[in-house]
């Protein structure tokens, strides 16, 4: 790991290969917070030749590093930073995929709030889903008992859902 918050080195790479796999025009991604996972994104986008990333950050402070390190990087071109609220960012567009690594009690709210606009193939990712890390967990779980997502949950060191809508996949 590269910090306490910071997705786990593995994730890292399941994000970037997941983007180079699926080939996404639009990421959406919750909690910034270092930059480090968006700069990972962004790498897959690149590799691709194409589609973008939207991060949000609401903290202020995490936000201006965050900035500092992606306009650092060399990808910024792939990247677009936003401080604002999960819950009240707007989205333009269909979501390929959606990595939601924001506060944890949020995180079953932002899926809902996402879904509508979430490509019925495209993928959800949940970071924190471990056991003990309970809340993350049973936001997906309920979400699926709830018939809007299929889970699939990854032991991961902190945990990590894959999950897809069920509505309209055939």
Same mark, same amino acid.
């Given at each position: ?8 080195? +593995? ?17 959406? $991604? ?12 962004? $790498?897959?986008?690149? %590799? ?17 590093? %965050?900035?500092?390190?992606?306009? %650092? ?6 990247? +677009?930073?936003?401080?604002?609220? !999960?819950? $009240? ?10 990595? !939601? ?6 995180? $079953? ?58 509505? +309209?996949?055939?």
């Amino acid at each position: 790991m590269f910090d306490s918050m910071t997705a786990e080195a +593995e994730v890292l790479e399941f994000l970037r290969t997941v983007v180079t796999t699926i080939k996404p025009e639009l990421v959406v $991604e919750t909690g910034t917070f270092s930059g480090i996972s968006t700069l990972w994104i962004a $790498e897959g986008l690149k %590799a691709n030749g194409r589609g973008r990333v939207i991060s949000c950050e609401f903290d202020r402070e995490i936000y201006e590093n %965050a900035k500092v390190r992606i306009q %650092a990087s060399g990808l910024a071109e792939w990247i +677009e930073l936003r401080r604002e609220s !999960s819950l $009240e960012m707007k989205v333009e567009g269909r979501i390929d995929l959606l990595f !939601s690594d924001s506060d944890m009690p949020i995180r $079953e709210q932002e899926i809902r709030r996402f879904l509508p606009q979430i490509n019925p193939y495209g993928l959800i990712l949940m970071h924190d889903a471990s056991s003990h890390l309970k809340i993350v967990r049973e936001a997906a779980l309920k979400l699926e008992q709830d018939g809007l997502i299929s889970v699939v949950l990854m032991p991961t060191p902190r945990g990590l859902v894959v999950a897809q809508r069920r509505e +309209e996949r055939k």
